[in-house]
Antibody, heavy 120, light 110 residues
């Protein structure tokens, strides 16, 4: 059974950099894409970006200038960095396994979520 | 503003059937498969439907999905109080080069 466990700082000040890590247990890390998705309090889901096992990335154009997703030193981990955060970046952040083929994309396993609050 | 359009809320009585619509365009639903997610209060989203109409292992056949043109529909029969949740549709948007979700629909089982 695939399990995603995520962690990172939950309280940031404006202009700081958000940093989260997601570890994948069970299943194969290679052969899949891995994504970050966020959800502001009381609002809907927003896809942030994806990475595959070899480090190839694709980001949401709305966040691309501030986002970096990378594969961790441990090959079953990947990380999210979001720079210059503001209150608008306050959200629950999820990591997820992304199944991607030509016209098929969906998320079949999700992390537990991490609430990140940006406040001065 | 969400890439896909869903009704904010739907409701129905226990045992009844409900449908949730998801409307898009040729750059997303029209040319890509859609998926549906259930988010129970305080939990992470859970995959309900993928490739328009397929159910992952463990998802009961009370949940069904369909797609026609640039719209998709999630159907839930035999409603239970445990089905009260937010439901999201999602698919790749080729114009945006990004995955897009609907705004979510809150299901209330009266």
């Amino acid at each position: 059974q695939v399990r995603l466990q995520q962690w990172g700082a939950g309280l940031l000040k404006p202009s700081e950099t958000l940093s989260l890590t997601c570890a994948v247990y069970g299943g194969s890390f290679s052969g899949h894409y891995w994504s970050w998705i966020r959800q502001p309090p009381g609002k809907g889901l927003e896809w942030i970006g994806e990475i595959n096992h070899s480090g190839s990335t694709n980001y949401n154009p709305s966040l691309e200038s501030r986002v970096t997703i990378s594969v961790g030193m441990s090959k079953n981990q990947f990380s999210l960095k979001l720079s210059s955060v503001t209150a608008a970046d306050t959200a629950v952040y999820y990591c997820a396994r992304q199944r991607a083929m030509t016209t098929v994309t969906f998320f079949d396993y999700w992390g537990q979520g991490t609430l990140v609050t940006v406040s001065s | 503003q969400s890439v896909l359009t869903q009704p904010p809320s739907v409701s129905a009585a226990p045992g009844q059937k409900v449908t949730i619509s998801c409307s898009g365009s040729s750059s997303n639903i029209g040319n890509n498969y859609i998926s549906w997610y259930q988010q129970l209060p305080g939990t992470a989203p859970k995959l309900l439907i993928y490739e328009n109409s397929k159910r992952p292992s463990g998802i009961p056949d009370r949940f069904s999905g369909s797609k026609s043109g640039t719209s998709a529909t999630l159907g839930i029969t035999g409603l239970q109080t445990g089905d009260e949740a937010d439901y999201y549709c999602g698919t790749w948007d080729s114009s945006l080069s990004a995955y897009g979700f609907g705004g979510g629909t809150k299901l209330t089982v009266l």
